[in-house]
């Protein structure tokens, strides 16, 4: 089951939830829509997106039975039309959606069904679960896939991201928003974070650069008792960082944790992919972004080590501002599984053959 799409409510989530546990389904979430099911139960087993688990893409390819319920069958839900075949997939198709111009726009389903969302899940909440369902054991299987996935990765420099989201997701309530604009940086927050359910995720599924930042404001202002975390890259964070004037008017004390490697990244590794070593307009001259912060009256903090993340954030909390806490990381660490220079070098190796 993969669930997406606007429209859902926290009671329609919870009606989702007792159907998936109730028939055994191994469930995963569309781009950006990770808080529709809550990441930390056995039947959650990933994102399918941008930088999907390779071997959870291959469970998609090979299911038998895929219901995809509110989220659209376009190129991000598909990996660029890759996990399914057009126009009739391999798959068993059922296919949930409000509108019925997406049912059947590119993937002809077994079946159809418009609806929105909370209708149909109090609906398939209330039938019958099936009995000794075959499939059982998938989610054990996915759900360990996942687990491994998810799990630390070494980086290059001084400063480990998977530590620092793991020290944020232990020092934070539960339904913490967490917010983020677009850009190479979201994917240590998507990949690590555990999503604890709906509305604990603001995110753009337009890939909109500089959506982070006053969404997390807007998110604070709105739900003043909820604690706010924005994740931001130096170039994303540039994009709207000016909000940071309404942070403090407001007295929106979010905690923007900015990604600094000094360059706008994902542009520079597709540059390194498909023209390696040819750089162009990819390197930005960054303010200091304590400082900045502290010209407007909020926070500023520097992390140039991961062991100084969690004093830093500490500080922060302690503040009752808006806070920035600029965290530098080598530009090597482009992603957590490869870097610049070896995108740049298996590129090279396959322009040569």
Known sequence: MILGGPGWTRESCNDMQRFVEANHLPCACAFRYQDLFDNRLDHYVGDVGIGINPVLAERVRMSD?????????????????????????????????????????VYQPELGILSDMAPFARSVAAMSPVENPPWRSTVAEARADFIAWTGRREIPGRVQMWDIVDYIDKHVPEDTIFCNGAGNFATWLHRFHRYTGWRTQLAPTSGAMGY???????????????????????????????????????????????????IYGTIRMHQEKHYPGRVVATDIQNPQFAAFARSFGAMGEIVEETAQFGPAFDRCLASGKPAVIEVRIDPQAITPNTTLDAIRAASLANKKL
Do not use: W
């Not at 075949?85 to 798959?91: D, F, I, K, S, T």
């Not at 202002?221 to 709207?240: H, K, N, Q, W, Y």
């Open 65 to 105: 039975l895929l219901i995809v319920v509110g989220a659209r069958l376009g190129e991000m839900t598909t990996s660029g039309y890759t996990l399914l075949e057009a126009p009739v997939p391999r798959q068993k198709l059922v296919h949930v959606h409000p509108g019925a111009e997406e049912i059947a726009r």
């Open 212 to 262: 982070g930042v006053p969404a997390a404001i807007a998110a604070k202002i709105t739900r003043p008792e909820r604690m706010v975390v924005c994740f931001a890259g130096d170039g994303d964070f540039l994009m709207s960082a000016q909000e940071l004037a309404t942070a403090v008017q407001y007295n929106a004390p979010v905690i923007f944790v900015v990604v600094n490697n000094g």
